[in-house]
């Protein structure tokens, strides 16, 4: 009995299909390091900056975070550089970080600068050439945002162009805002 080829490539990825359902959900659960879920502690995450010194969220405790994901050749990342860069003026003075994770290949310093002039960021942002930021973050496509309390906890995310008019990201980062720094 011959079987056609498209046949034997449905069952193959349904096989497929079924062993990463399966391996997702032995790796759910509230109480797994890593999960990325409002309200839970953000995982610890380093890169360098532009410059190349590293960074870290760690080094951020204490005040808000929008945490951006980004590449070059995002076509919605460059629809949503307008919308952070005038967030980013405009509440900064309150207590508002922007952090831009760049995630181009090693090398791409040079056209990461040109895409900063281009469209005006004065944000800094983060290298992550590995783009070890997807795998942390759990961000399946970019732009990814994740709002991040002072106290570390994530308040609000949003996979793909982030709307600073959005309610629920408004309502989300004036609370973050409102809250009181840690104690040391």
Known sequence: MSRSLPAILLRAHSRSAVALALLAAACGGRDRPGQIEIGLPMPAYTARTLGGQPAS??????????LNGWA?????????????EKLYTARHSDGLEIIGVNVDVEGAENRVREFMSTFNMTYPVWRDPDDVFSGVFRAYGLPA???IGRDGILRWLQVGEVDPESPSFKTALSAALAEPAPAP
């Open 145 to 147: 945002s994740y709002l």
């Open 57 to 66: 969220l760690e080094d951020l405790k204490g005040r808000v975070v929008l």
């Open 72 to 84: 070059t050749w995002c076509i919605p990342c460059q629809r949503e550089v307008p919308a952070l």
